[in-house]
């Protein structure tokens, strides 16, 4: 999957963030490399939430931080505000990444063990010279929820997860930020946790008009806040949709791949709370998301049976030893199967597309020519040879 | 999508269920006193059933699962009460070799970091042959042969070569594949699958699911999985146990527990899952408040200071987990107000 076009790149003035050609390489010794993030373009718009999707190893945290320059990345630019920040002097580029901060996925690791709560939600504005008044933190914990009276002077210790990711978050809202990256911020956390802090962020870019970039690997967090989806593999862009449509109009075989994956179709009801007032508001996103609907657009028929049930084809690729397959029963009757699939080596990743060693449709002219991402519906990109024609 | 056919929840009378728990507690010493881990559980397992085990972190699912296998026994950093029963036998009355060869053939036990489960300076090989020469009496050549057959089993290609690889040269699924062949090597009638894909990517965990499930069907043997994940317990299982501070407190048929909940918990729970069904930017429902101290947990129900339907006898009484008074299917519950279930045939 190609990610060195920029079809689904906008113009206009209200860009706070603008991605291009983003490339992350690291050294692995004996002259080879790891081709982390390969060519990868994105924009974020005042207000937007954007969610990077992906397994680990497809670049999305090696991307995340090579916008925050850290490291900087191999080449591309990036800029915030319309200011360049690759490849300026350190302390010129600490003055203009303020305005940008991180949420990482450890938040207890992120915070230091021997510093006091108070001090650590000053710390921001303390380095940039100017110890904020006791009111204005007081009102920054406040704001994401604890009582500043109660974890005053705890240590992180102290906290429970949550209550250390809502630190981390006042930290970065501190030096009032235009954008927020968030690498996982809800992985580590249970899921009622999780959801006081997707809520909290949800509030947060509301109060403060921030844009947020969303790096995650669960496909219904990561819906569930973006407003557009961009969809990696391999380092590469695979398709980028808007968040709304994305279970109904996804259409790049990884893409599929990754929702029919998901074992949400098994959990019943939309929402348990709805349920006592008698409605049983049942959706049924698994199957619902697995038929691709008669309008969608370009919606190819074929990459149904292959994704969503009936003969299991021969998955170039898949190692997976016959008798894998032959003896699946009614469980996986998706086509995968339960032989194992290797994601191939980054350091050499495959020629054309990449996803071409997994993908149940890929053709020799996947091997040949790398797809680029084209315009495939409103506000929709995919970049794949073999779909949304 | 692969649903599969719930068997009843409970068989009518019949033959004694493989695993039996009877009151189990286990307390963990600290410095501020006994933590209670697991706090009085009991339950049934029948063979070839699957038993979902589900809770947030701290809830004691993992160590009840431990308990459960007689890794956790009374020393001196805890104490196990109650009774565990493997087809008939006290794993807490077993000695230390008893246990050993409760271990080698009768459970397996697959964890959640398949890197620590395994030996990093050992082979693939030497993992799997150890316990079928040991336990299975086999030869080294008919231990090799066989090791080799368990890793088709499993779905890894190349087993032959595979024998002579290290636990480093393998990824994250191909590795769990090794523990759970491992768990298999001598037909264990009960496997224990503590968090089995949490380490795992989500096209790798339905990889997994579907291999637990195939081999289940093929082997016959009970599953108990223990995940926070709701949604792989809820595809997999038959009957789901919902664990809150190391009680359970609410047990049913995994399709009735999912669509209507009947402890607030459960509900809230459910609640607050993002759901890829709905709109982008719809609010969650979090439970507010944290798990109690279990050192020093509360007196009644243990979730009635965060519960929605909490009353003032909710914090005096602790609720026993009883089965539900009207016919249907057996599902148990331990709450004094219950969430109104949901009018048969609505929707």
Redesign the interface.
Known sequence: MAGTGSAHMRSGQDRVLVVDNLVVEYPAGRGQKVHAVSGVSFDLLDGETLGILG??GCGKSSAGRAVMQLPPPTSGSVRLDGAELTGLAPRALRTRRRKMQMILQDPVSSLNPRRRVRDLVAEGPSIWGTRPARERIESMISSVGLDPAVVWDRRPHEL?GGQCQRICIARALMLDPRALICDEPVSSL???????I??LL?ETKTRYGLSMVFIA?????V?????RIMVMYLGKVCEVTP??R??ESALHPYTR?????????????????E??T?????????????ALPGGTPGGLPDVVPVL?GGTAPAWPGD???A??RA????????G????????PSPLNPPSGCRFRTRCPLATARCADEEPLLRQVGDGHYLACHNVGD | MSQRPHAPARPPGGSAPLLVVEDLRTEIRTPRGNLKAVDGVSLTLDAGETLGLVGESGSGKSVLGRTVMGLYTTGPAMTVSGRVLIDGADVHALGDAGRRELWGAGVGMVFQDPMTALNPVKKVGVHLTESLRRHGGLSRAAARARAEELLRLVGIPEPARRLGQYPHELSGGMRQRVVIAMALANEPKLLIADEPTTALDVTVQKQILDLLGRLQDELGMAITLISHNLQVVAGRADRVAVMYAGRIVELAGADVLFAAPRHPYTEALLASVPRLGRPPHSRLEAIDGAPPDMVAPTEGCRFAPRCRYAREDCHRVPPVLAPEAAGGRARAFACHHPVRPVVAGGS
């Open positions: 397994e680990s429970s249970d899921v009622s946790v999780q959801a006081q997707l809520n949800e690997h669960d496909l219904a967090v819906k569930n806040i973006s407003d968040s709304a994305m279970s791949l990754l929702l029919a994956s998901v074992p949400e179709a098994d959990l019943g009801p939309g929402g348990g709370i349920l006592t008698g409605e049983a508001g049942r959706e049924a996103p698994g199957d619902a998301a697995l969503s190692a997976g030893p008798v894998g003896r699946t029963g009614g469980r996986s009757a998706d995968v199967g339960d032989g194992a699939i290797e994601l």
